[in-house]
């Protein structure tokens, strides 16, 4: 090394230094400790609140199950019903708020209260759904608003539905609701085009029993 | 040099690189640098994901295991290798990572105290009713799990299982979807039908030499033999070794001695016995006043089997009067079978003896002393088993001998020579094996089409049949796949040509009575001499008309007036013309419960298609690269 100083010099340089950073150098410190804490803490505080979710969900598929069986009892519907509001107001943002809305709206068609299942089904929507939740939603809405009559508002929102994964099953609500419509040869037309579709995935014998029977003679 | 890095090292560039290296080691530790260096050879990444080359080979030996416990004995080792095993196994994993990450990504969680619940909670780590860890842990051992990488597929699979009844158990039907079904699955048609027959047709064809000639050469590429093999073999059966074996009057008596040792005489007491069951409608000093009172009976004369048949509360011997069969020691609760014991005379009662039945009154019906059987009784039997072990232990050791010769010699020959064995030819037999049930077995077809047979013409090694045969193969012939001649196959191909003209003229027919019956004629005329068969409201599920009619029926139009037709080639080559008069809706009505269950059954149907496309949806976005 070029300059060797003495041991005070080098010593005394040291304090030097400390006095013109230490203080900089402690609020930094303590700074980063402080972040890095509260980092954690909310980290920790964010997955309890998950887990916690996670168990309320639980619970509510086992009510769910409870209430939709054959000795469907009153006690595990109302429990159903509160658990989904629970998830629904406490962890709006949550994917199991957005189950809890699904489930939801299935209890409500089970009660013939349409109405309600389409307002659950609203929320899923402006709840950031995930893109096959944001299918599967439509096409239960389409199918609702069918059974209530809207069978022209149900194919429109059906319109424009596009997903290679769920082709089959657009289609095939297509064809159930231009059957409502009692045109015959459009629900025909989608029929096929599920069938055709769906021709990698599982059998669907529902389906061809559907389009089997709009027939036409082949003269 | 010392110097120049020192100076440059003071520059702001070289504080900030070092100070990033310093805050990247901090952070993320060595690995951040060993894992840019070192190349991936996972089997599989799925968005990035490694799916682990242990994780595999676990998944595919549990395969592997559930596929030989389902095969059993049986078991068709092509079916076990790993290759094809793998493919399905590294499938379920990459769909098993996607879905795991979706629930990742939603921010879904599973809890430690539901792991734990759930593991507790398993009927299989439970003893006695309550969670066992030993079991737990030694059932974690066997399946080639530690308790940690269990939870971890724990958590797993109920994060997907969250996922998957959000979807299934959303879906609904709406009531007037299952209206459509029902209507659907109840509708009745009306129809009659004739069938052209075959025969008469396929009697007027006539096919020329030039036309089969045609055909052959047409179908030449198709009409080859399979591969086949003839083998030598030499066959070693432990049976066919017994009559070399002699057995001395010696070691005969010797094994009788050694019987007779481990033969303990035991006493046999045949006993019938009156219960007096103490219970919640008798309590002990009733139940024993009862007992004293049928004794006092019984003494007085009466029939004992009569009496437990009308009084006895133990049903089971009550029926037989009582009778409890001729039992040894060890069979009944000790207060029993002391009372029993303590009776001498055949034909004695017992006092009422209380037991935690209740008071039994015990009759002794006879005392049979069991005899150690004769040797002239015996020799049969162990002339036999003597003879077996000594035939065994000839096998174990020619066994031996045989893979030993048979390796090292280039043909069987020698082997044959040695072991006094003769050989045999096999049939011809191809790669799906041969009638007799060494060339039918999977390990002799490996053997006979495995290189070393096949290809290096040496004798194959030792293959054990079962626990006492085994065979040494070696190649006869090979007979490489060929074209038949046309004598070979004349008659096949001229019996397929007249099928499929008379299923062209048969349709042709078909379709000129179609178009007749379209244009007003009726079906009886067009029927002439056929049988007429007419059928009202069948089913979708109605058995007894031909499979072909019933399934065309179902597909025809509706009729809008008149009637609808339609022609069906059937199995045998007939055809079947028919004619659909009606469709109705039997009875549609359903009652609360009907309507519920059948609304479940679709709701659960479509559930499980909105998943299946929710898994499409997710593996068609995922990166999923396979080595």
């Known amino acids: ?219 | 040099m010392l110097q120049s890095i020192r100076d440059n090292s003071q520059s702001i560039v070289a504080k900030v690189i070092v100070g990033l290296i310093v805050v990247t080691f901090a952070l993320f530790g060595v690995e951040s640098l060993v894992s840019l260096t070192g190349g991936s050879n996972a089997p599989a990444t799925v968005n990035g994901e490694e799916i682990g080359e242990r994780e595999l080979l676990q998944g595919v030996e549990l395969q592997r295991r559930q596929l030989l416990a389902q095969m059993g004995e049986n078991a068709d080792p092509s079916l076990l290798e790993d290759d094809a095993i793998r493919e399905g196994v590294l499938d379920g994993l990459i769909e098993q990572a996607v879905l795991v990450q979706s629930a990742q990504n939603q921010d879904m969680r599973i809890s430690d105290q539901l792991i734990d619940q759930l593991i507790v909670g398993t009927p299989d780590f439970q003893l006695d009713g309550k969670f066992d860890r030993q079991q737990f842990e030694a059932l974690l051992r066997n399946a080639g799990l530690t308790p940690l990488t269990y939870r971890a597929l724990l958590r797993k699979e109920k994060l997907i299982e969250q996922e998957r009844l959000g979807y299934m158990m959303s879906a609904f039907t709406l009531p007037g979807e299952a209206q459509q079904v029902v209507e659907l699955d109840r509708q009745t048609r009306d129809l009659s039908y004739f069938v052209l027959p075959a025969e008469p047709v396929k009697a007027t064809i006539e096919i020329s030499d030039e036309e089969l000639a045609a055909e052959y050469d047409k179908r030449r590429g198709s009409l080859m033999t399979d591969e086949q093999v003839v083998v030598d073999y030499l066959l070693l059966e432990r049976e066919s070794l017994e009559s070399e074996v002699s057995v001395t009057d010696d070691e005969l008596q010797t094994q009788y001695q050694t019987l007779l040792e481990n033969f303990s005489a035991e006493e046999q007491r045949h006993a019938a016995h009156i219960l007096v069951e103490v219970g919640d409608q008798r309590d002990d000093a009733a139940a024993k006043a009862r007992a004293e009172e049928l004794l006092a009976r019984l003494q007085a004369g009466e029939d004992f089997a009569t009496l437990a048949q009308a009084e006895s509360d133990d049903i089971g011997s009550a029926e037989a009067g009582g009778d409890l069969g001729v039992n040894g020691k060890g069979v009944f609760v000790p207060e029993f079978e002391e009372a029993l014991y303590a009776l001498t005379d055949t034909g004695s009662l017992s006092e009422p003896v209380r037991t935690d039945f209740g008071y039994h009154i015990i009759k002794l019906i006879d005392v049979k002393q069991l005899q150690a059987p004769s040797f002239a009784e015996t020799e049969e039997r162990l002339r036999a088993e003597l003879v077996r072990e000594k035939s065994e232990a000839i096998y174990v050791e020619q066994r031996e001998r045989l893979a030993d010769i048979s390796f090292s010699s280039a043909d069987l020959a020698e082997p044959a020579e040695v072991l006094g064995l003769t050989i045999q030819q096999s049939a011809p037999f191809g790669r799906n094996g041969g009638a007799d049930s060494i060339t039918a077995n999977p390990k002799v077809i490996k053997a006979a089409f495995g290189d070393e047979v096949l290809k290096d013409r040496v004798n194959s090694v030792l293959i054990d049949l079962d626990n006492s045969r085994a065979v040494v193969l070696h190649l006869k012939e090979h007979r490489q796949p060929r074209t038949r001649t046309l004598d070979e196959v004349a008659e096949q191909l001229r019996a397929e040509l007249v099928e499929s003209r008379a299923r062209e003229q048969l349709k042709a027919m078909a379709q000129e009575k179609l178009a007749a019956l379209r244009a007003g004629a009726t079906m009886a005329e067009q029927a002439g001499e056929l049988e007429l068969v007419s059928r009202e409201g069948v089913q979708r599920a109605t058995r007894d008309l031909p499979l072909e009619v019933r399934t065309e029926l179902f597909r025809m139009a509706q009729p809008e007036n008149g009637a609808s037709y339609a022609s069906v080639p059937m199995f045998d080559g007939s055809y079947a013309v028919i004619a659909l008069e009606q469709v109705a809706v039997a009875d549609s009505e359903l009652s609360d419960d009907e309507r519920r269950s059948i609304q479940r059954v679709l709701a659960s149907g479509r559930g499980q298609a909105d998943y299946r496309a929710m898994l499409e949806q997710l593996k068609s976005e995922a990166e999923i690269e396979r080595l």
């Open chain 1, 1 to 219: 090394m070029a300059d060797l100083r003495s041991e005070e010099e080098q010593v005394q340089a040291l304090k030097d230094w400390w006095k013109e950073n230490g203080k900089s150098l402690l609020i930094g410190i303590v700074f980063a400790v402080l972040i890095v804490a509260a980092w954690k803490a909310w980290q920790q505080r964010s997955q309890q609140q998950a887990e916690y979710a996670s168990a309320l969900y639980q619970n509510l598929l086992e009510a769910v199950v409870g209430s939709v069986s054959d000795q469907a009892d009153e006690a595990s519907l109302s429990t159903a019903r509160h658990l989904g509001e629970q998830l629904k107001t406490e962890f709006e943002g949550s994917a199991y708020a957005r189950m809890a809305a699904l489930l939801m709206a299935r209890l409500a068609v089970e009660r013939n209260e349409l109405d309600v299942a389409l307002a659950e089904l609203d929320w899923v929507q402006t709840h950031e759904p995930t893109a096959a939740q944001a299918v599967v939603v439509k096409l239960r809405k389409a199918r609702i608003l069918a059974a209530q009559g809207n069978v022209e508002q149900g194919l429109q929102l059906l319109d424009g539905l596009a997903n290679a994964a769920f082709q089959a099953r657009i289609d095939e609500v297509r064809g159930d609701l231009y059957l409502q419509q009692g045109d015959r040869d459009n629900a025909r037309k989608a029929y096929q085009t599920a069938l055709a579709a769906g021709s990698s995935g599982a059998a669907n014998p529902l389906l061809s029993v559907k389009l089997n029977d709009l027939a036409v003679e082949d003269k």
